[in-house]
């Protein structure tokens, strides 16, 4: 998920999709620097890893962001720094005593 959001195309897409809107390709592709084949395939690599969902709307897809991966990345990211904070309090009174 992390290589997939170092894009910066990839990461506008997912603040634009952050608005809770379903939105097609054709509007995705009004504000972007990059062509049409381009978002689609940035569209694809997020659904890879679960990011956006796209569903069939009559003759177009319609694109939204699932909120939940990025949840659980920022509760892992909570633990993890959890454990450096702990790990430098320890360090911290180690050299202090």
Do not use: N
């Amino acid at each position: 998920m992390c290589a997939a959001l170092g894009d910066e195309t990839r990461l506008s897409l997912v603040a634009t999709l952050s608005g809770g809107e379903r939105r097609s390709i054709a509007e995705l592709t009004a504000t972007a620097r990059v062509t049409r084949q381009a978002i689609s395939k940035h569209l694809r690599v997020l659904e890879s890893v679960g990011l956006v969902r796209g569903a069939r709307a009559g003759r177009e897809r319609l694109f939204e962001l699932d909120p939940a991966p990025m949840r659980e990345l920022g509760d892992y990211l909570g633990r993890v720094s959890a454990q450096w904070d702990q790990a430098l309090s320890r360090l911290k009174a180690l050299v202090e005593d």
